[in-house]
């Protein structure tokens, strides 16, 4: 049966292409909607971006199609049109006193769906709240499904144990690290530049797929700017970030598994080879309060939101005394714009050019703000997403809509990428206890 999609604002603010993605059905934007989207027009942000792209593409089409039999969107897929007269519902009235623009267009939805009951008409939102309220009278609802990954849990972790490793095929990698193929070592699937923990009794060895060499490659342990890998899996972060042949890299893992720490260590040891150090994260504020709620000028503003990049590079910079090179070097990069710490708005319009560009709490963003930055990553760049997938604090995200889920799942079978899920602690033995614990 042909369905009728009734879209909420988010949908359009998280993806402003997002009436592409419903095949041959037909798709409904209540005039709430638009008026909505009205109020984010102007700004810099992703949303901004989108809500003028979609008013661009709604546009281009007929306007007295829009609001009669709906305009045709091509071929392959259904009809859009726009809502303008509409009743608020008896039911919504009922059971939300507050007139609130999302009522407004839950009404619209029940509205279709009690004219056209031969219709099925779906509600689709990224609020999971409003999802529940439309649920609550009876309205088919549903989240934004077309960038989700199927299932986080199948998702690559970029590392595996391999038990009971034929002896000499350990043996073989200490004696020359090139010589070894993965069928060898009794692996069928490995992807490009995936680590391995090749164990029997008392033997193991570290390895990585070498998708150039289609070979497996012993790796030893390593440092970067003074910092050394405490566990196996950060010393496959290590190599990773060190790689010259990956250019994006992607690692995942609760607070204190080291990977802000790795990915700004390994670009300091490797400045030589970039123009500059980009540090950037996004600013998702405190409690939904603008930045305009807290007190100060706008580097005021930021500071709070960029500290935890700052500690990094002080536990970086704090191994050195305060009179060696390596304490002054950092320094130096700070002032003549080497190392740059900033929100990641203000990288937008950049040209990154012979950047290591490394992008923390990557979990907050969508597939289509990862997608926007690695397409802007010129000659010589390499960018680095670091985060918790877990821990995502804006309301339209989850596990599976992410954008750092999503490059996982899209990158895995390319050999300019790699991948590691950290998940050990090295913070310390408290901080450990308290992330598996409360």
């Known amino acids: 049966m042909k369905k009728t999609f009734v879209l909420d604002t988010n949908v359009i603010l998280h993806d402003s292409e997002c ?28 949303k901004n971006f989108h809500a003028r792209e979609f008013t ?19 071929e392959g897929r259904g009809n859009i049109s726009i809502l303008t007269n509409f009743p608020d519902d008896p039911d919504v009235k009922q059971a939300f006193v507050e007139q609130k623009p999302d009522h407004r267009i839950i009404s619209a939805a029940l509205y279709l769906k009690k004219k056209y009951p031969e219709k099925q008409v779906i509600f689709v939102s990224k609020d ?57 070592a009794g692996i069928e699937d490995a992807l490009p530049n ?5 164990r029997n009794n008392g033997k193991s060895a570290l390895a990585y797929y070498n998708p150039h060499m ?15 890998p405490r566990n196996a899996e950060q010393i496959f972060a290590l190599h990773a970030l060190m790689n ?14 080291g990977k802000t720490l790795l990915a700004l260590a390994s670009a300091l040891e490797q400045r030589q080879y970039f123009r500059q150090i980009l540090l950037a994260r996004p600013i998702v504020a405190l409690s939904n309060k603008d930045l305009g709620f807290l007190p100060g000028d706008v580097e005021s503003k930021l500071a709070p939101y960029m500290q935890p990049l700052y500690d990094n590079l002080g536990v970086i910079r704090n191994q050195f005394k305060e009179g060696d090179k390596k304490y002054m070097l950092i320094q130096e990069m700070q002032d003549n714009g080497k190392l740059e710490i900033t929100p990641l708005a203000y990288i937008r319009g950049r040209s990154l050019n012979h950047i290591f ?55 895995k079978q390319q050999s300019l990428y790699a991948h590691v899920t950290l998940e050990k602690g090295e913070r310390s033995e408290l901080a450990e206890l308290a992330s598996d614990l409360l």
């Open 19 to 46: 009436i592409y993605n419903f095949d041959d059905n037909d798709i409904v934007i209540p005039i709430t909607v638009l008026e909505e989207i009205d109020a984010f027009k102007k700004g810099a942000d992703l």
């Open 56 to 74: 661009r593409v709604l546009d281009s089409y007929p306007p007295e199609k829009l609001v009669n039999n709906g305009a045709h969107l091509g």
């Open 128 to 184: 999971v709240n409003i999802r529940l309220k439309a649920k609550s009278l009876m309205l088919n609802s549903q989240d934004y499904y077309s960038d989700k990954i199927e299932d986080v849990e199948k998702l690559s972790r970029g590392k595996r144990i391999i038990e009971n490793t034929d002896p000499e095929i350990i043996d073989r990698l200490y004696t020359d690290p090139f010589e070894v193929s993965a069928a060898e």
């Open 194 to 198: 995936e680590y391995f923990i090749l």
């Open 214 to 228: 289609r070979m497996l490659q012993r790796l030893e342990n390593m440092n970067a700017f003074g910092i050394k």
């Open 244 to 257: 010259r042949n990956v250019q994006l890299v992607t690692m995942i893992g609760k607070a204190g598994t």
């Open 357 to 411: 560009f490394i992008v923390d709490e990557a979990q907050n963003l969508t597939p289509h703000e990862v997608k926007t930055i690695i397409t802007r990553a010129g000659e010589g760049t390499k960018i680095i997403f670091t985060g918790d997938i877990y821990q995502i604090d804006t309301p339209y995200l989850d596990s599976r809509s992410t954008g750092l889920s999503y490059i996982i799942d899209r990158m």
